[in-house]
């Protein structure tokens, strides 16, 4: 099984030889198109996206990548888990 979430995250910036305190520009400029998945089910993101959606300028350790993206995971997350009556619901609002 690959790694999901902030897992996810942190092996493209181990992948990178990136070491912290990573600037988030210099990860978004070489992995903006890198695909992370949300979830066990393969629902992904670019890594561009999440970045953007968190808003962070910086990682200052593995620990704040977790505290900085958690948030933004478990909304897509939720969003990407509604139900067929919810995102019908949600397609005509």
Known sequence: MGTHGTDAVRRVIEDSDLEYPVPVDRLVREHALVN??????GNSIMLGEL????????????????RKLSPVFERLHSERH????GRIIRTFT
């Open 36 to 41: 992370v998945d949300i979830d066990a089910k």
């Open 82 to 85: 509604t139900s067929l009556l």
């Open 51 to 66: 970045i953007n959606q968190a808003g962070v300028n910086e990682f200052t350790d593995e620990d704040d990548v977790d």
